[in-house]
């Protein structure tokens, strides 16, 4: 029998996971090695769900959005819950995973994901699996390497968004909120408001005031600029405040973000008297397919990840150290998010142009 490996997909969907499916695929292909996809993250695993990916499977991958093998973040693996917290994989779930994996003949699996989704490999890898890790996400919250494959999908849906946005705020001489993700890390907020020209940016790690914001728009007011574009992440809070979540937190998940952005517009309203609209970009910005610089990422990412389990270097994830993709321990990616300095270049960019962090 020819070797095996195996691969998924978990947490929130992005662009690009196919693109690493394809580049997984192939490679294993030049090595004259089959790959199985598990079905639904780390639920395949467990229930033993999986397709072999043929050569022919991988037509189209490359610029297709989602996941062909589907994903949760949810489920029976879930280890990052709440606002998160970290719990251990339960015994029988782990038990049952490394019997199914021993019984497909598996040599390595390659977990694409997240922080949450490469906490669960990291636990999965220190009970004896052998596995490899690509790092996803469209926060870009992940420590170890520059870039995470999706954000640039993202910021360039949400910087198209604020370029939409901007021409009908100027018409109408209206405030135009842009409510987009980031739960931890503002990093969506800042690149698409940066590059979009926005005026105000509300990131999680910088507390607002709403006077501060007002103050921004008053002072654009009397340069003779009567409209003002406000980009805020999700995970926003003025100072003192709390999250704001848009359901009852389920079982086994992060709670659900959303709702700042709705907030931030009425206070607008009520304390400047302009007329104020929201719009939240929502899942728009984790559909389609990726950016050319996604693509070769996840091309990267997918190729390295394959070379990885040739050397069997197991516990270790592609990273891009511009201009280099190098390997580095998944331990080393996780357990704490990579959140934008405050006092960083990045911030300081925005302040030089004169764009409001709110504070
Ligand atoms: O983790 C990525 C992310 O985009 C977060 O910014 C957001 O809070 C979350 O996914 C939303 O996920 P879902 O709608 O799938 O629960």
């Not at 996971?17 to 089959?34: D, P, Y």
């Amino acid at each position: 029998m020819s070797i095996r490996i195996g691969i998924l997909t978990g947490g929130g969907d992005c662009p690009g996971l196919n693109a690493v499916i394809r580049a997984v695929g192939k490679s294993a292909t030049t090595h004259g090695w089959e790959t199985l996809g598990f079905r639904n993250g780390f639920e395949g695993l467990l229930d033993n769900d999986y397709r072999v990916l043929n050569y022919k499977d991988m037509d189209g991958l490359l610029l297709r959005g989602g996941t062909i093998l589907g994903t949760t973040n949810k489920g029976r693996f879930a280890v990052k819950t709440g606002h998160g917290e970290t719990h251990r994989i339960p015994e029988p779930v782990l038990a049952q995973t490394k019997a199914n994996l021993q019984a497909l003949g598996l040599r390595a699996l390659v977990v694409v994901g997240g922080d949450g989704t490469l906490t669960i490999a990291q636990q999965l890898f220190e009970a004896g699996v052998p596995l490899v890790g690509v790092p996803k996400t469209i926060d870009n919250d992940l420590e170890a390497t520059a870039f995470t494959f999706g954000f640039d999908s993202a910021v360039a849906c949400a910087t198209d968004a604020l370029d939409r946005l901007h021409t009908t705020a100027e018409s109408h001489n209206r405030v135009m909120v842009l409510e987009v993700m980031g739960r931890y890390a503002g990093w969506i907020a800042m690149h698409a408001g940066i590059a979009g020209g926005g005026d105000v940016i509300l990131i999680p790690e910088i507390p607002f005031t709403y006077d501060s914001i007002c103050a921004k728009i008053a002072e654009r007011e009397a340069r003779g600029k009567h409209f003002t574009l406000v980009v805020v992440a999700e995970g926003a809070r003025p100072k003192g405040g709390d999250f704001i979540t848009s359901g009852p937190q389920e079982a086994n998940r992060e709670a659900r973000l959303g709702g700042i952005g709705a907030i931030v517009a009425a206070e607008i309203q009520k304390r400047t008297g302009k007329e104020t609209r929201v719009c939240v970009l929502g899942h728009l910005q984790r559909g389609g397919g990726p950016t050319t610089f996604d693509r070769m990422i996840c091309t990267q990412f997918g190729a390295m990840a394959v070379r990885l389990i040739a050397a069997e270097q197991y516990g270790y994830m592609a990273a891009l150290r511009p201009p280099e993709v190098v390997a580095v321990r998944i331990s080393d990616a996780i357990g704490r998010l990579r959140v934008i300095d405050p006092n960083g270049e990045l911030v300081q960019t925005a302040r030089d142009l004169g764009v409001s962090l709110g504070d």
